[in-house]
């Protein structure tokens, strides 16, 4: 008899949980589970991207405190006798935590932890502990990510696991770079940096800038590639980061020399046309885009945050910087682009790494070890 999951989450719109969702459930053992998702919201863009037998409920949360939303959820539970509900994202970890307990069925409750040093609202705080003995385990994509989860949860530490992030090596993988600059209308030649990330606070795209308004200073010329947009209905304040951010782009001395490309479904063919990625975050999990790039052999410098110095090995195959060192992120870019033999051997190295460590096969066969009941 197949396991039944049940996965809940906010919405699939493109962020790195939703992303991770797509590769649990396109990899996970479907002779042994039978997986389904719900969304919390209608807005469902990465949906597309999964496999086309995977169920998809929508149970739309139509205010901040919509309580019908754990009602529906206990009936959707009871409807396909889950054997677990596992919830990604605040909204849909205490949603997911009270259907669980009140769809009175023996339901394996799991929560998870995306993210490290970010800040709760004491009213999120609170949700989090008054519903914490509904949570038999949670599962953390960084071993960071687990400490601060306990830290503000209180969870004891036994209920916790790392699964760290998984990438399809099938599809991102190495690529002619010249093919999708073409596409793209850039020189063959051009000096390109990729940032991929959503336009929030947690980015910090304004550090990317002022380094690489350092390393203009020095006659450098590039193109600036940034992927990705704002958050779906400017969600926690993403419309106003993202004006500001363009703000100090417009005043640089590279602005004509910025792509913006927004939100893409291709962005397995855009990674290669990068010379390198760079990922400055205030705080992280286990970054998709590191995974992502690293796996199309296209380096990446990132900052010291979380777990991306066990994904990064600096000098290696890419660069562990400190956060908010602009000096040190400037002649790290100016390096890769100096040493030109560097920068291919730390493409080969990049690709072997995410092959070894961090593919989806791994992380959907350590998902269903916990889905089980087996130790990691």
């Given at each position: 008899m197949k396991t039944k999951v049940l996965i809940v989450i906010s919405n699939m719109e493109f962020g790195g949980a939703q992303r991770q969702v797509i590769e649990l459930v396109n990899n996970i053992d479907q002779t042994r589970f039978e997986i389904h998702v719900c969304s919390l919201s209608e807005y469902v863009p990465l949906a597309d991207q999964m496999n086309k037998d995977t169920p998809l409920h929508i149970i739309h949360k139509k205010a901040k405190f919509d309580f019908s939303v754990v009602f529906k959820l206990a009936k959707l539970v009871r409807q396909y006798k889950f054997n677990v509900i596992h919830s990604y994202l605040f909204d849909a970890?205490?949603?997911?935590?009270?259907?669980?307990?009140?769809?009175?069925?023996d339901i394996?409750?799991?929560?998870?932890?995306?993210?490290?040093?970010?800040?709760?609202?004491?009213?999120q705080k609170k949700a989090y502990k008054l519903t914490k003995h509904l949570v038999s385990d949670i599962i953390a994509n960084s071993q960071s990510g687990a400490k601060f989860n306990a830290s503000q949860t209180g969870q004891p530490s036994h209920k916790y696991h790392v699964v760290y992030n998984g990438v399809d090596t099938k599809r991102f993988k190495p690529q002619d770079k010249l093919k999708m600059r073409r596409v793209l209308g850039i020189d063959p030649d051009c000096k390109l940096i990729g940032m991929f990330a959503s336009f929030k606070q947690q980015k910090n795209h304004p550090f990317l800038i002022e380094a690489l308004e350092q390393v203009k200073a020095q006659g450098i010329s590039f193109k600036l590639l940034l992927v990705g947009d704002t958050l779906y209905d400017g969600l926690h304040g993403s419309d106003h980061y993202t004006a500001a951010v363009k703000q100090q782009i417009k005043n640089s001395g590279f602005s004509e020399d910025t792509i913006y490309l927004g939100n893409r479904d291709d962005i397995e063919q855009i990674y290669p046309a990068c010379d390198f990625t760079v990922l400055p975050s205030l705080?992280?999990?286990?970054?998709?885009?590191?995974?992502?790039?690293?796996?199309?052999?296209?380096?990446?410098?990132?900052?010291?945050?979380?777990?991306?110095?066990?994904?990064?090995?600096?000098?290696?195959?890419?660069?562990?910087?400190?956060?908010n060192n602009t000096e040190q992120l400037s002649n790290r870019i100016i390096t890769l682009y100096e040493d030109k033999e560097k920068l291919e051997l730390m493409a080969i190295k990049s690709r072997a790494q995410i092959e070894h460590f961090f593919s989806s096969k791994r992380l959907a066969e350590n998902m269903q070890l916990i889905y089980c009941n087996k130790v990691l």
């Open positions: 970890e205490i949603a997911a935590r009270l259907a669980g307990k009140l769809s009175c069925t394996k409750i799991i929560g998870s932890e995306r993210n490290t040093n970010y800040t709760l609202k004491p009213i705080f992280e999990g286990t970054p998709n885009v590191v995974l992502e790039s690293m796996a199309c052999g296209i380096p990446v410098i990132a900052t010291n945050v979380s777990d991306n110095k066990k994904i990064i090995t600096d000098t290696l195959n890419g660069y562990i910087i400190d956060l």
